[in-house]
C-alpha cells in the first residue's frame, strides 16, 4: 500500500509565537492559500487516493477539508493523529513555558512531559505507531494523512524502525510518500518533504 503523510498549512500559532502542540489553532489566510494551492495540484495531478484521515485539531482538520474536497474524499478525524500532547505549555510563549518548566538536563521516555502532565516520549511513539497500525488495517491501498510534524515523524520513526533522533522535514503543506508492503518488512520512501504546489509561490515557502 501507498500512505502520503502530509502537514497542515500554517496557523495562527504561528504568527501568535506561541507553543503549539495541542494548543488548537486554526489555519492562517497563508495557510488556507497554502492548501487551496495543494488541492489544485492534486486535482491536476491527482494521486489517487482511496483514504484520508486527519488530525482533529482544527488546523490539519481545515487542511484535510481543503484538499479532500477536491478530489471528492471525506476525511475521517481521528484522535490518535493529534500532535504532541504538551498540555500544560500549550499556548504559552516560549519565554513563560521556559519559566514555569525550565527544560530538563535529561527526560526519561516514560517520564511525563512536565511535572504537570503531558505525554511521555514513548507515550507519544505508542500512539503514532497505533495510529499508523490502524491506516495499515483500514484495507486502504492508497491513502492520505494529514496531521503534525511531531506526530508525523514519530509514524515515520515506527515504520521505518529509526530511533528519535532521525528528523522526517515538514514544512507547510509539505508532504511524504512511503510504499509498505502487506507481504514483508519492506518500506520504501518515495518521496520526502515535498512542496512542488508552492514552487510558483516562494513567499509562501518561508513561511
Known sequence: MKITFLRHGRSR???ENVIEGRYDSPLTAAGIQQAELLAA??????????????STLSRARQTAE???????????????WMEFDNTPIAGMTHEAAQQKYPIPAFRHRYQKFTPDGGESEDAF???????????FQSGAENA????????????LRA???CPDHVIFPFGD???TVVEVSRNSERVVLRAVAQQPHL???????NF
Open 173 to 175: 503543506t509539505a508532504f
Open 159 to 161: 515504520l521505518v524502525g
Open 199 to 205: 514552487a510558483a509561490h516562494p513567499e509562501l515557502l
Open 144 to 155: 492520505l494523512v494529514v496531521a503534525h510534524g511531531g506526530v508525523l515523524n514519530m509514524a
Open 13 to 15: 500559532a504561528d504568527d
Open 41 to 54: 495540484y492534486w486535482r491536476e495531478n491527482n494521486p489517487g487516493f482511496d483514504h484520508a484521515e486527519c
Open 125 to 135: 511513539r505508542r500512539r503514532a505507531a497505533t495510529a499508523l497500525e490502524q491506516v
Open 66 to 80: 481543503i484538499v479532500c474536497d477536491a478530489l471528492g474524499l471525506i476525511p475521517t478525524p481521528v484522535e490518535e
